[in-house]
């Protein structure tokens, strides 16, 4: 017999196309569903009726209400809750594993060798508290002071709450020592602390380094400078899901199940990649290189900008980041390469015309050299089979 099962999504989730990915290829290889999706999660629309309007054998969903809950129990339908919430009896819920990226963001921080730590998030969220304990517990065992500013988030975001905590922000990095590196609960809150530093004259991330959570591609990108993340692994918690629905129709499950899907890594962007300098040097070197590298930059060009010789770059930039001038060019550049490859059809000659490599052919030699894989293998490898790309660190 062919399960029917309702898929419930809210489409403001980005990670929802992820986690449905994951289901999806959960099904095809294992199980056999006739799946149907509603996602119209808005005011006004109460997918209970969904669930009160037809004969279900399971239900996913990503928008659950308490009201979800008590409609799918009274109907005997098994629920797979993949918000992230406090799980409901007698519901299979998958959620992200909150303090491992919490101490992600610790660990990714302190490998930069920065010494001054921050984090910003939302106390009326478990969440956002888990994430903030994960964070804060790593770097106390390393013997490291991490402030810390939260305030309540209203059900109903407007540019007058806005404004209040771009305000807020910005005195409270005011205070914060020069070089704090400073974790957000999430990528919107990272956003909020790169616009109330940049209200402040602070530059991220040459005096302040600002790290995200979620890697909402499009807000990370939208802001400026870009936002490094860490990546939740949307697609193994669809996938998870799914396996657990399948089990409680089968009646081979163990309910309750609460699991906690580990982070995939962090995605450097703009406003961490400074790795914790303070030499004035070394932080305008770095600039110059991120700004400039896909156009071909050369270590003669960097040399001009910050007046000093070849040497002694060569020495701090080995003593920063353990990169000579040129790796740290080439790294700038594959790391370009590689959004590219995942985020564009871009044909690999206009990719190397818009990384600052002349020839394709020693782009194919510099990127194997460095990921493991050919541009064609790489790309083939990111776009077909639901992996995350490389993550340049």
Not at 157 to 162: I, V
Not at 268 to 287: I, N
Not at 365 to 389: A, L, M, N
Request: hydrophobic share 40%; charged share 25%; aromatic share 6%.
């Amino acid at each position: 017999m062919t399960a029917q099962v309702l898929l419930i999504f809210h489409p403001r989730f980005e990670e929802s196309s992820d986690m449905l990915k994951g289901i999806m290829h959960e099904q095809r290889t294992h199980g056999r569903w006739s799946v149907s999706l509603h996602d119209e999660a808005r005011p006004g629309v109460d997918p209970c009726c969904w669930v009160r309007g037809r004969r279900w054998h399971g239900v996913i969903s990503r928008n659950t209400t308490p009201d979800l809950v008590e409609t799918c129990s009274r109907a005997g339908v098994p629920l797979a809750d993949l918000a992230d919430t406090p799980p409901a009896p007698g519901v299979a819920k998958v959620r992200p594993d909150n303090h491992a990226i919490g101490r992600l963001g610790a660990a990714y921080f302190l490998e930069r060798r920065f010494t001054s730590f921050a984090f910003t998030g939302y106390s009326g969220h478990n969440w956002s508290r888990e994430r903030r304990d994960g964070f804060r517990d790593s770097l106390a065992r390393g013997r490291h002071r991490c402030d810390v500013l939260e305030v309540e988030q209203p059900d109903d975001l407007t540019p007058a709450w806005d404004a209040r905590q771009i305000a807020a922000l910005a005195g409270w990095l005011r205070s914060l020592p020069t070089g704090t590196a400073i974790m957000g609960c999430d990528d919107q809150r990272a956003h909020q602390v790169v616009r109330a530093a940049r209200a402040t004259g602070l530059q991220v991330p040459d005096e302040i380094a600002v790290l995200g959570a979620n890697n909402q591609s499009m807000r990370c990108e939208l802001a400026d400078p870009s936002i490094s993340s860490i990546a939740i692994n949307a697609f193994e918690a669809g996938r998870r899901a799914a396996v657990h629905l399948e089990q409680m129709i089968a009646g081979t499950a163990s309910v309750p199940v609460d699991e906690r899907i580990a982070p995939l890594g962090v995605v450097t962007r703009k406003s961490t990649d400074v790795m914790g300098a303070r030499d004035p040097a070394v932080a305008a070197a770095l600039a110059y290189i991120r700004e400039h590298a896909c156009r071909g930059l050369t270590v003669d060009e960097i040399l001009a900008q910050v007046s000093i010789s070849r040497s002694q770059l060569e020495h701090k930039l080995r003593r920063y980041i353990g990169r000579s001038p040129q790796v740290e060019i080439r790294r700038v550049q594959v790391a370009r390469v590689c959004e590219l490859l995942t985020e564009t059809t871009l044909p690999l000659k206009e990719i190397a015309h818009q990384t600052g490599f002349t020839h394709v052919e020693y782009l194919s030699v510099v990127f194997k050299r460095i990921t493991g894989d050919t541009p064609g293998q790489y790309r083939t490898k990111h776009t077909q089979s639901f992996e995350r790309p490389w993550m340049i660190a």
